[in-house]
């Protein structure tokens, strides 16, 4: 295991398509995290998992956004009705406890066009 | 007021100087401190961590954070070229979400 891996690492969409990002975080960490990052900013969170569960979700996952992390491995966040304003880069990040460090994925960069 | 305050730069440096990055946050309560390292289309790499006040040194890296002032730097010494990335200070809000300044743009020029 190396690392936190996502896929796809590009992904270009027609507005008001669906899309969907993939994330397989360090097998050992728990925790797991979306984040959004608009060019020349910093990663803007989105949502946290605790194993299975969802435990916070920020006001700036809109209804259009749902994540998932069945079995508490491997995550999605799915995008419906795409905007070019979701044109972003979408990290994943997990982490082994509270307070630990975390690991960041390279991210999706999501075009909408 | 953003919680996390960086000014995103760009900052341009000689190979071999030091560089100085820093942020000033406005929460008191913030405990964890981070710096990550990104390079152009990739995910943030995480530098250095420390805990409440103080320093901590890696290396070339060096963290400081001062809770009186609010005010976190990293000093990077004997730069070199692959130092050129974006950096970002980090702290965590609640008990598990980072909350990011905006980055700092650092290009070192051999």
């Known amino acids: 295991d190396t690392g936190v891996s996502q896929d796809p690492r590009h992904k270009i969409t027609k507005r008001g398509q669906n899309v969907t990002f993939r994330c397989d975080p360090i097998s050992e960490h728990n925790r797991l995290y979306w984040y959004r990052q608009t060019l020349g900013q910093g990663p803007e969170f989105l949502t946290y998992f605790q194993n299975e569960a969802q435990l916070e979700k920020s006001r700036l996952l809109s209804d259009r956004f749902s994540a998932e992390r069945p079995k508490g491995s491997f995550s999605t966040l799915e995008i419906q009705r795409t905007e070019q304003g979701d044109s972003a880069m979408y990290l994943c990040?997990?982490?082994?406890?509270?307070?630990?460090?975390?690991?960041f994925g390279s991210g999706t960069r999501l075009t909408v066009v | 007021q953003k919680e996390v305050e960086q000014d995103p730069g760009p900052l341009s440096v000689p190979e071999g100087a030091i560089v100085s990055l820093n942020c000033t946050y406005s929460n008191s309560a913030f405990q964890y401190f981070m710096w990550y390292r990104q390079y152009s289309r990739k995910g943030p790499e995480l530098l250095m961590y420390t805990y409440s006040s103080g320093n901590k040194e890696d290396g070339r890296f060096t963290a400081q954070v001062d809770k009186s002032s609010k005010y976190i730097s990293l000093f990077i010494r004997d730069s070199q070229p692959s130092d050129s990335a974006t950096y970002l200070c980090?702290?965590?809000?609640?008990?598990?979400?980072?909350?990011f300044g905006q980055g700092t743009r650092l290009t070192i020029n051999p």
């Open positions: 980090a702290t965590i809000q609640g008990a598990q979400k980072l909350v």
């Open positions: 990040a997990s982490s082994f406890r509270e307070g630990s460090g975390y690991t």
